[in-house]
């Protein structure tokens, strides 16, 4: 079992940056691949980044590639999605999921976090 807290969200202008942070408990942290999902009102749950359990690999979806990085401090059991140059379309809902191995998809995920609301103003 893994509890997954996540932390950082807000308000924040068009072009600006924002950093979310996900901290977890339970099982070894550094056992699990964590990743970063999204979802918009009205919209699927989509993938936007992920990280191996010992940081070797990235994993993005082409719509961050260039704005977000993702990184973890396995020392500290915690995942940070990093997010710069924000646009509108990035509002949504942000959530912290693990996973035993890497995937880009809903259906992979094991444990999920309760979501954390970030929204973009023009």
């Known amino acids: 079992q893994v509890q997954l807290v996540e932390s950082g969200g807000g308000l924040v202008q068009a072009g600006g940056s924002l950093r979310l942070s996900c901290a977890a408990s339970?099982?070894?942290?550094?056992?699990?691949?964590v990743g970063w999902f999204r979802q918009a009102p009205g919209k699927e749950r989509e993938f936007v980044m992920g990280?191996?359990?010992?940081?070797?690999?990235?994993y993005y979806a082409d719509s961050v590639k260039g704005r977000f990085t993702i990184s973890r401090d396995n020392a500290k059991s915690t995942v940070y999605l990093q997010m710069d140059s924000l646009k509108p379309e990035d509002t949504a809902v942000y959530y912290c999921?693990?996973?035993?191995?890497?995937?880009?998809?809903?259906?992979?995920?094991?444990?999920w976090g309760q979501g954390t609301q970030v929204t973009v103003s023009s």
């Open positions: 999921a693990a996973a035993t191995s890497p995937t880009t998809t809903v259906s992979g995920i094991n444990y």
């Open positions: 339970g099982r070894t942290f550094s056992s699990y691949f």
């Open positions: 990280i191996t359990r010992n940081g070797d690999r990235l």
